[in-house]
């Protein structure tokens, strides 16, 4: 195998790519990209089993092939090559041992003087690929921007630890009327949102469950256009951009109902400033943080005090101008779930929709045009 490609779309390439595949455990090969040459293009592919990125890049091929090499190493070794010009472009040659030696293939990485001989492996063990040229399945095009607004609302709420398959993951639900819903919970807090004016196909009526460990490397792809193509390919969601692919299991479980956990009434609404109310946060957090994260709000009229205290460290508080409708409260909330919430809100005035203490909050947009709903259990004190 021989090829040659330019070295900044290589290690752009190999930024995202490389991100795919398994840290520690499962099998060897699965930290191995799998690097295939033929015609005008090279194809590079990174899996965990449960994600994989595809890229392929157009190269000069002079002699077809097949290898895997280790992702990290090969990235580290590209990001660390200066270019001399911006046309810089990277070779690579498969190299046999001398006859007899009983050594390892290598292929060697040339770029300008700079010159690398990595072990290799063949692709025997690695995943299959999946062909998907020229296959039919259904699929749609959505805006970058609004998936991935949606995406960012979400996760917010979605377990990362320990916990259930269905909490390490947001539900997309498909309910029609050209509507994503985008729901995630940890047991905690619930976030809801939706993404409007999308046509998808009918094969994709119902609710699927994108894993957490998707998300993230998703949301890398989603700086790539205005538009982004969304697959189903045998119970896998497919995500291509002009560069990139990625292919996501999903998982096989039932989430909540996520609409029994929307409270339908409330007593009490707070209205204020979202920055006035991070800024009261970040005032108290160093205190929260030595009393499991509580943030103590005593709400009145015109007014909010934000408090929190620890037996071992003191007492701090920051005072809030607000507006209240309803009667005077007090609750306390994790700060940082709260802060969660006002990090990935992007209005200026915010609500909270109230009725007793020990009730969940409900926090959403202050025009009351948005769909982002969070729900926050409270903490008792």
Known sequence: MKFALPLARLAETLGIVSRAVAGKGIRPILANLLVSARGGEVQFVGTDLEIMVISRLPATVEAEGHITIPAKLLHELVNGIAPASDQEMVSFEVQAPAEGMGLPHVVRLQAGRNHFDLQIQGIEDYPPIPSLEGETFPRFDIETAALKKGLKEAAIAMATEEANPSQRSICLNFSGNAEIVLAATDSKRLAVTAISNVAYPPEFQGTFLLPARTVPELMKLLDEGDK?????????????????????RLIDGKFPDYTRVLP???????????????????????????????????IGPNEMRVWAESREEGLSESFVPVKLDGDPINIAFNGAYLNDFLNVLDEDETVMDMTTPSYPGVLKSGKGEGKFVYVLMPMSY
């Open 228 to 248: 982004i193509n969304v697959g189903l390919y045998h119970k896998q969601l497919v995500f291509t951009t002009t560069k990139f692919q990625l292919l996501s």
């Open 264 to 298: 339908k009434e409330h007593s009490r609404r707070l209205t204020l400033r979202r920055k006035d109310f991070a800024q009261a946060i970040r005032t108290v957090a160093p205190i929260a943080r030595h009393s499991s994260q509580m943030v103590r709000l005593d």
